[in-house]
């Protein structure tokens, strides 16, 4: 079997010409939904991100403000322009991108953003009501990897999906997701062992551990759904997933490409969450007008 690729690149370029519209449409109600990226220092990865952040705003019509700290900021510096942003009537999502330098605790970080403005999805707020199953923010990658199974049609309910890693930003989340969709789910993480009687098991795998090659054609199940959320370079300086994609892709039914995969699925679902929040604020404002 050849697995089908899931096009992530695709997917996320026609869900941007979906956002166009919606944005136009909140803008003629007079609002423009805007977003505040916090970059600290000068992480090149991080730079690149938020670089990509930004030009997706633009392209669907989302004001975004960049404000950039240098890696010297203290706590208080940071969590002041935080405040400041909160009370922002421009500004309805906020975004501080990690990691962050040691001096600074990111959970004090994410506590002091308004979780109406939450659309990282990190705040506690939201992932308390995500674990209840409440509407909320859902942090941007596992919503991502949602969206993609279903531009699909891959079932969740029923399935066994197996999570590898349980990072706050995508393996616990996923897997709360995966449960909320009526899924079984297994989380496995660095003290799994054996990873690969775990893995064979999995119709829906999804692997985010950051490690090249973790993954081989002999650690899934025949006509297993594979998502790869690593992003590694390897020694030839070229970005990989965890996933061996070219000899697991001849085992699964559905894989994801790095690059191309899940990383566009994710700047794309922080643009919805964007979207989401001006959306609230606005009916908000709308009915206490
Ligand atoms: N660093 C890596 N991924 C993310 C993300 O999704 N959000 C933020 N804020 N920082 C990140």
């Not at 490690?211 to 002999?218: D, F, H």
């Given at each position: 079997m050849t697995a089908q690729m899931i096009d992530g690149k695709a997917i996320a370029a026609a869900k941007r010409q979906e956002m166009k519209t919606m944005v136009a449409e909140l803008k003629s109600e007079g609002v423009v939904p805007g977003l505040a990226v916090i970059l600290v220092g000068e992480n090149p990865a991080s730079m690149s991100y938020v670089k990509g952040k930004i030009r997706d705003c633009k392209e669907v019509g989302i004001y975004s403000r960049l404000l950039r700290l240098p890696d010297t900021v203290t706590e208080a510096e940071l969590l002041d322009e935080i405040k400041k942003l909160n009370e922002?009537?421009?500004?309805h999502g906020i975004l501080v991108q990690l990691p962050?330098?040691?001096?600074?605790?990111e959970q004090k970080v994410i506590q002091t953003i308004s979780p109406e403005k939450?659309?990282?999805?990190?705040?506690p707020t939201s992932l308390g009501r995500m674990m209840t199953k409440q509407d909320s923010f859902v942090p941007c990658t596992p919503a991502g990897i949602m969206e993609m199974l279903k531009a699909v049609h891959v079932?969740?309910?029923g399935k066994h999906v197996v999570v590898v890693g349980r990072s706050n930003i995508v393996g616990k989340p996923a897997s709360l997701l995966f449960l909320n969709h009526n899924a079984t789910v297994t989380i496995c993480h660095s003290?799994?062992?054996?990873l690969a009687q775990y893995t064979k098991q999995a119709d829906v795998l999804v692997v985010a551990v950051g490690?090249?090659?973790?993954?081989?054609?002999?650690d899934i199940k025949p006509g297993a759904v594979v998502i790869d959320v690593g992003m590694n370079r390897n020694e030839k300086g070229k970005l990989v997933g965890d996933v061996e994609f070219d000899e697991v892709k001849e085992k699964a039914s559905f894989i994801t490409p790095v690059?191309?995969?899940v990383g566009p699925m994710t700047r794309v679902m922080l643009l919805e969450n964007t979207l989401k929040a001006a959306r609230k604020i606005n009916q908000y404002r709308k009915a206490h007008a």
């Open positions: 922002a009537d421009d500004i962050l330098p040691e001096q600074i605790s939450d659309v990282d999805g990190f705040h079932p969740i309910a003290k799994t062992t054996p490690r090249a090659g973790l993954i081989g054609a002999e690059p191309g995969g």
